[in-house]
């Protein structure tokens, strides 16, 4: 849950940032980890 936390936070620093390529590299490996979570039965 804290890993989640910090890239929420990750993905906000670079939009305030406006760092479009950093916002889309942080969005992406979190949408790619919450997935992952999701099909994984391990969890």
């Not at 989640?4 to 916002?23: P, T």
Request: hydrophobic share 40%.
């Amino acid at each position: 849950r804290e890993h989640y936390a910090q890239q929420h936070k990750n993905i906000l620093d670079a939009i305030s940032d406006r760092d479009a390529v950093q916002a889309e590299l942080a969005m992406r490996a979190h949408i790619e980890d919450v997935a992952r979570s999701l099909l994984d039965p391990r969890g």
